[in-house]
Every structure is written in structure tokens, then in C-alpha cells.
């Protein structure tokens, strides 16, 4: 399941109910102590990684109704909630009427210790009397429900709780169906929270006053598992130690009592070694070194917190991996903090990356304005809150992008050169993999990767429909910008973009300029991406990719079919999504690593992309072609 929602109340500084959407990669911004960490720790709190304290009630709201909602899509298609009898959250009348999932769970924060109130599913059910609380219905409950309300169970199977629900709701000729709470935590309805619970999200929460030292948990819990696993695969052998030290020790035992009994016969028949063992891991002490055997407590801040931050996510993958969950929540708090501008860019392009994989969610605070610029606006949250108090949160859009950046100060880095807008975090891989093979083989064009990570060049990925809104956030910044769009129409229609485009180009020092294919995808050579797949063992079949086809789509339905699956078109809209966002993800690192010079000339005869290097190449200032 995927986290796409998030209403708090009575929490902290949340008195009112406020609601945060949620993307892949998500960024929440704003000033400090505006209530972005609250948000954080409710999350944590719901997922049961932190406990509510007496002090998380809000000051101004009702502390006995304190309440976390937590709203989830992409459901399981079947939930086994009586044993070997599959059912669904649909068929328990358990999902919204948008068809996603909503948990609502309510807290007493008054109390010294507050304690969980309820849990409840806030759904589209049905209100009729008698078929309005069947799932708190027991199995004896659920049969007697049945005689008074005149259904039949004949054909029934009544030693499941589930069909005996589905055959009383069949029978009624209105139910009534509206938002409405349906708990979870009573007697009858317990089973179906027990089968959501694996299906949950592994929540993983990286704060930013966390203690940075090499006996962080973070970093002890995956080398003490390592520990343990290689222990474990030793463990035949580790135990015939075990075996052969007891059996020399009452050797000794025995050779003792021999010797006493010729000494004074009376002090002893038997002397009894008593042996305790410890567990194996206790045994092995771990801590981090890095250069020259320096331990990680005595590098820098920075160092610290990047090298805990991936433990971190190891730990959270073996969290996910130990309770069978399929997705993963990140949360970092202010991953810029004690981070060189390098690190911090280098940081977020890894959590990017991390959130464009399937099942992995990525939620990050920041009022770090180079931060907010690499994230797509859509996936910025804006919080703020007004004279009284009152907090909200507003998506990032062209009316907020004012408020962002007075209150971000989105001002460029003094050495910034340049600022390259693309469509997406995939067409910024694209451009830094031509330019290296470029590079490789000799030809003079700019290093992409190496200007972003110095700061001369600064990646925005504008999101198509964006780019105006883009264009007025960059505009007052007076740096040189370079646009590339996805033409997308075919021609002779214009490029989607064109009005937009136009605005860029009516402003000294900045071109857009769109691609003459559908996207960059349709500049790869076929020979590449199969080359790519085949070295991850899946064996293909393309041919050539005409200028106007979606590439994407074509290599994931080819992956698809050597994979033996089911038609195609058999797979739901979900599904195909996303197989087409993983083909997406993979032509634009493997594949595109995978290009030469001669296939470029195939599939680029006219220099288009060494025309956008170019460009780009003149604004930073650099010789080039």
C-alpha cells in the first residue's frame, strides 16, 4: 500500500484538522517551528514507531481526541481474513468512495500515559440498520443476524465469517452506502485489521537532532543482524565447539576429583562443572572506521550523518523485509543538515532515486531553498499559518511559488552559471549519461554531473505543465536558463509547450528548445537497451523506435512477454503503469550507459543533443562544441 494522505488533529500545534498529500517523493517546507516535524512524528506515531506523550496533545484543541488519518491506494486485491477464505477491503465495504483506504486512529492525550482510544476505517459502508455492523458481529452473532433478517444460508459457508457478511448484505435491497467509521479494534472486526496490519507501510523515521555516532542504532541494528546471519550460517560447526569445550572441561572435572580423593577421600565424590555460555553475537563488538582506520565518531558532522543515514535505510529494508511488506516510507528530517552543498545535492539525487523504485516512498523537511529547487513542484507542501495561528498546507502551484520563495528566499548559489530545466528526474539521467559517453570518447562537451555536484549547473526538473511556473520563479534570479521540452505532438502540430517556451525565450540569456522526437527516451538506439536488459538476464526483442513512439510503454510490454506472463492487456491500469515506470527508470541509467558515438549518429543524425550540450556548454562559460 501507498501513503497518499494525512489529516492531524488536536496534535501539537494542529488544533483543527489539516490534511497533507503525499507523492512518491514528497518535501515539506517552511519557516522553522512551523509544525513540519509534528507531521513527521504523527506519521511515526500512527505507524507505531513512537508513542503519543502526554506533551503531544495540542494546548488549544480537545487532548481525548487526539487523532492521526492515515489514507493509502494501491490495496491488496485479497485479504485472507478467516483462514483459507480470501476477501477484499471492497467487499468488506472498507474503502473510500474514491477506492482508497482511510485509518483513522484516536488517542487520550490527557491521560499521563495516553493510550489508543480506536481504530477505525472511515469508509464508504452502509448505514441501514442491521447491515450497518456486521463486521462487529461475531460468528454466532452473524448467524442469528441472518435468521432475523430473513436470509438465506444454505448454500453458505457458515463456519466463515466473511461469506455469511457477503450473503447478508446480498440480500438487501438498499444499503445505504456513505462515509462513515467503522471500528476496527472490536471483537468481530479485529480479524480484518489483523490481515490490513502486513499490508501496512514500513515507516522509517531519520531526525535531524539525532545523536550522529557509530553507536546510533541505525548503525548497530544492521551489523549486529549481519552478526547473527553469519552466525547462523555457522552454526553446525560453532556448536561442536560448544560441545568439544564442555566435554574438555569435565575432563578436567573429573581428572580433579581423582586427584582430591588422594589427597582426602572425603571432600568431594563428584566435582559438577557448571557451564554458562553467552549468546555467539555477544562475542563480536562492531564500531565504524573509515580512511586510515579513523572511527566514524571522530569525522565530521556531515560524514557522520551521511554514512548513519544509510544504515538507516538498511535498516529500514530489513524492517520491510522482516514483516513481508512490499513498500517502505522514508522520512528525513533537514537532510542538509551538517552536509557540504555538494553532499546535499549528491544526498537528495540518491533519495530521488530512491523514491522513483517500486514500493519505496520518500518524505523529506527542509527550508533549504537549493533543496526545494531540485524537487518537481508538485511535490512541494508549503505549510504556513496565519495571524491566528491557524496552520495550513498548500500544495506548491504558481500561486504559492511567491509565498515559497519569500519565505525560502529561493536565491541562487553565488556560483551558480547556469540553470537547466528538463521534465523530469529521468531526463536529467539521460543528459548526464549522453554527456559522458560524449566525454569517453574524446569529444569536448561538458561534464553535467561534475557542474552539478560543483554548483555551477543546477537541475530543475519543471514537470511539463510546469513550466511556467517555473519560468517565473527563475526570471528575477538573473541567471542564464536552458529549457528542454518533450516536443510530444507529432508534427505538424507544435510542440505541446510552445507558449511556454516562448516566454523563456522572450528573456535575455534564456532559450527552451524542444526535442523533434516524442521524448528523450526516442533517442536511445534499440541495440542499447536490449544490451542493457540482457546484461540484468532478460533476454528482448526490439527493433528500431520511430521518432513518435512511447518508447517506454514498447520496452515494457517486450519485458513483459520474455517474462512469461499474462497478456498484456490482461494487466490492469496499475500494473501496466507501473511496469512502464520501471522500463522508463531503466532506459535512462543502464541503457543509456550503454549508447556509443555510432549509435548516437543513428539515432541523432542531426546533433540535436550536442546542440543542447552546447548551449549549455557557452552559458557556463566553458569551451565547447
Not at 522553522?32 to 500512527?46: R, Y
Not at 519543471?462 to 528575477?476: D, M, P, Q, T
Not at 540484468?536 to 520511430?546: H, K, P, Q, V
Amino acid at each position: 500500500m501507498r501513503l497518499i494522505g494525512l489529516t492531524v488533529e488536536n496534535f501539537r500545534c494542529y488544533a483543527t484538522p489539516v490534511s497533507i498529500l503525499f507523492d512518491d517523493l514528497t518535501a515539506l517546507i517552511g519557516q522553522n517551528d512551523i509544525g513540519k516535524s509534528a507531521l513527521m512524528d504523527a506519521l511515526a506515531i500512527f505507524f507505531e514507531e513512537a508513542k503519543l506523550d502526554k506533551d503531544d496533545a495540542c494546548k488549544t484543541g480537545n487532548p481525548e481526541q487526539v487523532r492521526i488519518t492515515c489514507e493509502f491506494d494501491q490495496l491488496p486485491e485479497q485479504l485472507v481474513v478467516d483462514a483459507d477464505y480470501p476477501t477484499s477491503l471492497a467487499d468488506e465495504y472498507l474503502v473510500s468512495a474514491d477506492s482508497t483506504l482511510i485509518i483513522r486512529k484516536t488517542y487520550n492525550g490527557k491521560l499521563a500515559t495516553p493510550k489508543i482510544l480506536s481504530t477505525e476505517a472511515i469508509a464508504n459502508h452502509p448505514t441501514i440498520e442491521g447491515y450497518n455492523d456486521l463486521l462487529t458481529l461475531k460468528k454466532a452473532e452473524l448467524a442469528a443476524r441472518a435468521q432475523e433478517l430473513g436470509v438465506d444460508l444454505e448454500e453458505v459457508n457458515k463456519a466463515k465469517n466473511a461469506p455469511v457478511r457477503a450473503a447478508i448484505w446480498a440480500a438487501a435491497d438498499e444499503l445505504n452506502l456513505a462515509p462513515s467509521p467503522v471500528l476496527l479494534d472490536q471483537e468481530g472486526a479485529r480479524q480484518v485489521w489483523t490481515a490490513i496490519l502486513p499490508y501496512l507501510p514500513t515507516f522509517a523515521l531519520f531526525k535531524s537532532d539525532r545523536a550522529s555516532t557509530d553507536q546510533d542504532a541505525e548503525a548497530q541494528d544492521p551489523l549486529k543482524a549481519a552478526i547473527q546471519e553469519a552466525i547462523k550460517a555457522v552454526e553446525p560447526m560453532l556448536l561442536e565447539v560448544k560441545e568439544h569445550v564442555e566435554n574438555e572441561v569435565r575432563k578436567i572435572g573429573a581428572a580433579t576429583v581423582e586427584k582430591l580423593r588422594e589427597m582426602d577421600p572425603t571432600i568431594a565424590e563428584t566435582l559438577d562443572p557448571i557451564i554458562t555460555t553467552k549468546k555467539w553475537e555477544s562475542l563480536f563488538q562492531t564500531s565504524i572506521t573509515g580512511d586510515e582506520g579513523i572511527p566514524l565518531n571522530k569525522r565530521g558532522s556531515g560524514v557522520k550523518r551521511m554514512v548513519l543515514l544509510n544504515f538507516f535505510r538498511a535498516k529500514a529494508e530489513k524492517d520491510a523485509a522482516s514483516k513481508n511488506s512490499n513498500s517502505v516510507i522514508y522520512a528525513v528530517e533537514e537532510p542538509e543538515t551538517s552536509q557540504h552543498p555538494r553532499n546535499q545535492r549528491l544526498l537528495l539525487s540518491a533519495l530521488r532515486e530512491l523514491s522513483s523504485d517500486h514500493g519505496r516512498q520518500v518524505i523529506v523537511t527542509t527550508h533549504t531553498p537549493m533543496l526545494a529547487r531540485y524537487i518537481p513542484d508538485e511535490s512541494l507542501r508549503f505549510l504556513q499559518k496565519d495571524d491566528a495561528g491557524v496552520r495550513a498546507v498548500t500544495i506548491g502551484s504558481e500561486e504559492t511559488s511567491a509565498d515559497i520563495a519569500r519565505s525560502l528566499g529561493v536565491l541562487p548559489d553565488h556560483n551558480v552559471k547556469v540553470f537547466v530545466g528538463v521534465e523530469g528526474p529521468h531526463d536529467i539521467s539521460f543528459l548526464k549519461g549522453i554527456s559522458k559517453v560524449l566525454s569517453d570518447a574524446g569529444e569536448v562537451v561538458p561534464d553535467l554531473d561534475a557542474l552539478e555536484m560543483s554548483g555551477e549547473l543546477i537541475f530543475f526538473p519543471f514537470g511539463g505543465s510546469n513550466l511556467a511556473l517555473w519560468a517565473s520563479r527563475l526570471k528575477h534570479l538573473n541567471r542564464p536558463e536552458y529549457h528542454v521540452c518533450d516536443r510530444d505532438n507529432q508534427p505538424p502540430d507544435p510542440p505541446k509547450y510552445s507558449d511556454y517556451m516562448a516566454e523563456v525565450n522572450a528573456r535575455d540569456g534564456c532559450t527552451a528548445v524542444a526535442t523533434s522526437k516524442r521524448e528523450m527516451e526516442n533517442y536511445l538506439h534499440h541495440d542499447a537497451v536490449v544490451e542493457a536488459y540482457s546484461e540484468n538476464g532478460a533476454l528482448i526483442t526490439l527493433g528500431a523506435f520511430a521518432d513518435f513512439e512511447d518508447v517506454p510503454e514498447t520496452v515494457a510490454q517486450a519485458v513483459h512477454a520474455a517474462s512469461g506472463g499474462e497478456p498484456w492487456a490482461n494487466l490492469t491500469d496499475p500494473k501496466r503503469a507501473e511496469k512502464v515506470k520501471k522500463a522508463k527508470r531503466q532506459l535512462n541509467s543502464a541503457a543509456v550507459q550503454k549508447m556509443t558515438v555510432a549509435r548516437l549518429a543513428a539515432t541523432d543524425p542531426n546533433d540535436e543533443i550536442r546542440s543542447w550540450l552546447a548551449a549549455i556548454s557557452q552559458m557556463v562559460g566553458e569551451e565547447g562544441q
